[in-house]
């Protein structure tokens, strides 16, 4: 009966032009084994981030519940629930690099940038690069022995 209603209140409100193509990405791959994760690449490729509208689509598409959808967006780290910054600095929190300084640097970063609007702070749990450690991805390119002026140094080549 729920759907009905939805059905109904679809004719009187026209999907927007984002709605429209998250549907169509999610019938491209609704055919598929297990296709939510799959749907959920493709619409972030597609619109750079799964917006609220987007988990309502693919949750009527694949004829499961919005929680069910959005679980699984919250759950996975990949997966972003507004646009991107402009620049992201992650920083591993993982053992290897938490014993060599990862607490310090992680709570370096996130006083240094939090003002920033265009930059993201977040937490890692291991790189693979522990030998290395502490370890951080600074617009995505993993750098090992990071130190607080390192980021320093990253960000004084960004405009604000």
């Known amino acids: 009966m729920a759907r009905a209603g939805r059905q109904q209140t679809e004719e009187l409100t026209p999907r927007s032009a984002r709605a429209e193509m998250t549907r169509e990405i999610s019938q491209r791959h609704a055919g598929e084994r297990g296709p939510l994760l799959e749907i959920l690449h493709a619409v972030?490729?597609?619109?750079g981030y799964i917006a609220d509208e987007d988990v309502v689509e693919i949750a009527d598409l694949l004829n499961l519940s919005?929680?069910?959808v959005h679980g699984t967006v919250s759950f996975y780290h990949d997966f972003r629930r507004r646009p991107a910054a402009?620049?992201?600095?992650?920083v591993c929190r993982a053992e290897a690099c938490q014993a060599v300084g990862a607490a310090e640097l992680w709570a370096a970063a996130e006083e240094r940038f939090a003002h920033r609007e265009d930059v993201e702070v977040r937490e890692v749990?291991?790189?693979?690069?522990?030998?290395?450690?502490?370890?951080?991805?600074?617009?995505?390119?993993?750098?090992?022995?990071?130190?607080?002026?390192?980021?320093?140094?990253?960000?004084s080549g960004w405009s604000r």
């Open 66 to 68: 919005v929680a069910e």
């Open 44 to 47: 972030q490729a597609e619109h």
């Open 86 to 90: 402009d620049h992201e600095v992650h």
């Open 125 to 155: 749990f291991c790189f693979g690069n522990c030998a290395l450690g502490p370890s951080a991805s600074i617009d995505g390119r993993l750098r090992g022995r990071v130190t607080v002026d390192d980021l320093a140094t990253a960000e």
